[in-house]
Every structure is written in structure tokens, then in C-alpha cells.
């Protein structure tokens, strides 16, 4: 059974940092590819970043390309999100999702960006 627990958000100002964890289990974490996604209030859920299983290829939207980071560790199964320089179009509900079961999410964790 697939399970997926996101932390480490919460309230920051602008410009400021939080980084994400996504501890992954029921699954053989190393060889897929993991994603994070974020659902800001009255919107859908949308993408925002991929790593590959080994972790040599990311990719970004746009709108956090340059302050954001995804990253891995495999012997952790877990999966990060660093976020900087936050703006408050950043608020929303951040989860992630691997392809070995694209239809799990977790309960995703809380960024507020606000003064």
C-alpha cells in the first residue's frame, strides 16, 4: 500500500524559504520518477516539478523556475521540495505523487505566504 507524507510547510513571509519533505512507502521508492504538485484555494491542482529516479534530470513550471528546487534521497525515500525567495501566488496545499501510483496523494502540507 502506497503511503505518501508531505511536511514542513507553513507561514512565511515574502521572500522567505521553507523546504518540503515527502517520506514515500509501500513501494520500491529508487526506481521511480516522483513529482510535487500544489492546489492553491479555488483553483485545481497543478503540477509544479519532477525529478527522475536516480535524480539527474529535474523539471519546472515556469512560474518557480530559479526558486525552487526538487531533490532526493534514496536512502531516505524522500523526496524535497526547497523553496525561496516565496510569493504569495505560492499559497496552497503542496503534495507529491509517483507514477507507481499516480492516483495516491497524501495529505499534503500548508504553505501561507503572507506579511
Request: proline residues 0%.
Given at each position: 500500500q502506497v503511503?505518501?507524507?508531505?511536511?514542513?510547510?507553513g507561514v512565511v513571509q515574502p521572500g522567505g524559504s521553507l523546504r518540503l519533505s515527502c517520506l514515500a512507502s509501500g513501494y520500491d521508492f529508487q526506481t521511480y520518477s516522483m513529482r510535487w504538485y500544489r492546489q492553491a484555494p479555488g483553483k485545481e491542482r497543478e503540477y509544479i516539478a519532477f525529478i527522475t529516479d536516480k535524480g539527474d534530470?529535474?523539471?519546472?513550471?515556469?512560474s518557480i523556475k530559479g526558486r525552487f528546487t526538487i531533490s532526493r534521497d534514496n536512502a531516505?525515500?524522500?523526496?524535497y521540495l526547497q523553496m525561496n525567495n516565496l510569493k504569495p501566488e505560492d499559497t496552497a496545499v503542496y503534495y507529491c505523487n509517483t507514477p507507481y501510483e499516480a492516483t495516491t496523494y497524501g495529505q499534503g502540507t500548508q504553505v501561507t505566504v503572507s506579511s
Open positions: 503511503q505518501l507524507v508531505e511536511s514542513g510547510g534530470y529535474t523539471h519546472y513550471v515556469d531516505k525515500n524522500t523526496v
